[in-house]
């Protein structure tokens, strides 16, 4: 684009021959009474412009549906440009070539044949609107220089670009490359701290060489095609509010954030509609599959604006994991923070997995096994339970220093960063009992108190020396009976959540992609795609009942028998305690309300009157 003469059909024509694309010349396409008035030496106005530059960009619209192409345009009004970029505006990119009236009054006055006179240039200059977000190129360039500015700014561009390399965004980074991608990649600068951190990395590994590598924020968003597609990977919390507000001043609308990281799903929503009023999308999602998984191939929960999620969808979907039919775990999940809001419930489901493993460990200790035999015990139990977790733990209590087990030597103080407390508050505020999440939760929170309990262990553990009466196969059944309630509880509140914020999120697309790539893979998982084609709700599963009606006896004996033996199994009793509640048709509750009433005149509903009218008795 540019005033008449300023060179565009010249640099328009090299520059489609050098890209190999179509070229056009948008004044070819002025209707005879365009030409006519502008051949009489009048001035056109925006009423003549309309059904042109509408013509042009249908001819572009269509062009893009093939393999793009060059058309030059004098495109001077914002207003022109915004017809000529309408539904294309993400796929466009606009060459300005900028040069003085001077400059091009005398290029004009040089031409021959062409109907647009030299005074008729001054009316150009006035109403020219120079665009902000463009290439612009100074014209006094000779054309070979002006291509080859324009080629290296349109085509050496990155096309994703990854922001904040810790352990997860390096492993996004060699996924995106090794699929192919051209990225960029920024860390920032700290002195002494972290520096040339983008750079080395860059250097150390080979399928990076095409990548470009940052610490300074503005190079890296410009080394991005249009619209800029950027994934955060820093820390959850405030630092993605701080990375925001840097990003901010050099993005340009429609740019694309993508936060990769375990954020609060409130917190996405908020930044969702904060960065709807600067015209940026944002789309939150989960990752999960740790350090290995985002570099081989993580599952991905996306959520946000729909549109903008079809711009990343080919990146995200080529490096996720895959599943049994070579689909991508990775999968839209539904609007605002839901993709964050299913990660976070992933961690909770997560945490009761890891939890139950850490209990069958205990207690396979108890009956004697030391860990070799546990591992062996749970590489047996591969055949009918097996999930990722149940993998790892069993290489966790091979693994050996020395002539003792590594896992003897490990502090027993859970930590955790937060996710599964979320969870927890989530099930709170949403009135739905994941009481398996919270037992999970706050065992690691009692696993804290370490110096309290070898204080209390003094005054209060008898030694038992006892043994359960039990067999590994009792333990095998309750710990694949704990699995279901498990997840049965976890989808329950992600179903819970979608109707409560109008989500729609289908639990069996959730569930498939979570068959691969995250840490909660499992062969239950696979189960239980197909079992949510048919229902929201596992516990009325024919088959599922049947297993849980199978296990419950192995659990009960299991959970009874840890008790006598003062073996702490929370969360094993916890699933055994809500499978009870959940399936007692006539409740204590009715004595809760009668208290309530009592003390509080809170009143309370009766059997005998379905009007459902509040009762209040007096108690005295
Ligand atoms: C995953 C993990 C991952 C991480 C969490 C849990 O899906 O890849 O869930 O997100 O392990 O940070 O951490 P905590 O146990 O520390 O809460």
């Known amino acids: 684009m540019g005033v008449s003469g300023c060179g565009k059909s010249t640099i328009g024509k090299l520059l489609a021959q050098e890209l190999n694309i179509p070229f056009f010349d948008g004044d070819d396409f002025h209707p005879e009474e365009n030409i006519a008035k502008m051949s009489s030496g009048q001035a056109l106005n925006d009423d003549d412009r309309l059904g042109w530059l509408q013509t042009l960009n249908k001819l572009a619209i269509i062009q893009l549906s093939n393999k793009g192409c060059v058309i030059v345009c004098s495109a001077l009004k914002e207003s022109y440009r915004g017809i000529l970029n309408t539904n294309i505006k993400c796929s466009s990119k606009w060459v300005f070539l900028n040069g003085s009236f001077e400059q091009i009054k005398e290029r004009i006055n040089a031409r021959k044949g062409h109907f647009m006179s030299s005074e008729l240039l001054k009316s150009q200059f006035d109403i020219l609107e120079e665009p902000k977000k463009c290439i612009e190129i100074d014209i006094s360039l000779s054309p070979k220089k002006i291509i080859k500015i324009i080629k290296k700014e349109v085509m050496n561009t990155s096309e994703f670009g990854l922001f904040g390399l810790g352990v997860m965004g390096k492993s996004l980074c060699r996924n995106l490359a090794n699929n192919g991608f051209k990225i960029s990649m920024f860390n920032r600068h700290v002195d002494g701290v972290e520096e040339n951190i983008a750079k080395n990395f860059k250097a150390e590994h080979k399928e990076l060489s095409n990548s470009e590598a940052f610490d300074d924020i503005s ?35 429609n740019d694309i954030l993508i936060d990769g990281g375990n954020s609060n799903y409130k917190k996405t929503k908020e930044r969702f509609e904060y960065l709807k009023t600067k015209n940026i999308h944002f789309i939150g999602t989960g990752v999960s599959g740790g350090e290995e998984g985002a570099l081989k191939g993580p599952s991905i929960m996306p959520s946000g604006d729909i549109e903008a999620y079809k711009s990343v969808q080919p990146f995200l979907e080529t490096i996720s994991a895959k599943d049994k039919n070579g689909l991508p775990c990775c999968t839209y999940v539904g609007p605002e923070g839901s993709g964050q809001f299913i990660k976070m419930v992933h961690n909770g489901v997560e945490y009761v997995e890891m939890q139950l493993l850490a209990e069958v460990a205990t207690i396979l200790e108890n009956l004697g096994q030391n860990p070799d035999e546990i591992a062996n ?83 209060f553990k008898e030694v038992n020396n006892s043994k359960a009466n039990i067999t590994t196969n009792d333990v095998l059944e309750a710990y694949q009976f704990a699995r279901i309630i498990n997840h049965y509880q976890g989808f329950k509140l992600i179903s819970e959540a979608s109707i409560k914020s109008s989500w729609n999120l289908n ?76 399936t007692t048709a006539y409740a204590s509750a009715n004595i809760i309300q009668a208290q309530r009433d009592y003390f509080g005149a809170h009143t309370y509903q009766r059997l005998d009157d379905t009007s459902g009218k509040s009762h209040h008795t007096n108690w005295n």
């Open 507 to 582: 639990l069996s697309k959730i569930a498939r992609i979570w068959t691969n790539g995250c840490i909660i893979r499992s062969t239950l998982m696979e189960d239980l795609v197909e079992v949510f084609k048919n229902t929201t709700n596992i516990l009325t599963n024919p088959k599922l009942i049947a297993i849980v009606n199978q296990y419950k006896p192995s659990a009960k004996k299991v959970i009874s028998e840890c008790v006598l033996n003062d073996i702490t199994t929370p969360a094993l009793a916890e699933a055994l305690q809500f499978l009870n509640g959940i």
């Open 377 to 459: 015990t749970l590489e047996s139990w591969k055949e009918s339970a097996n999930s990722y977790l149940l993998e790892i733990t069993t290489s966790i209590f091979r693994k050996k220093e020395g002539n003792d087990w590594l896992v003897n030597k490990i502090l027993d103080k859970a930590g955790n960063k937060g996710t599964g407390n979320w969870t927890a508050i989530a099930s709170a505020e949403l009135g739905v009992p994941s009481t398996l999440i919270t037992s999970a939760l706050f065992s690691r929170y009692i696993s804290f108190y370490k110096e309290e309990r070898i204080l209390l262990n003094k005054s």
């Open 219 to 253: 190079s890296f968003v410009n080394s991005l095609q249009q619209p800029r597609r950027i994934m955060l990977m820093v820390n959850a919390g405030k630092t993605i509010d701080y990375v925001i507000e840097d990003l901010l001043p050099h993005l340009s609308e």
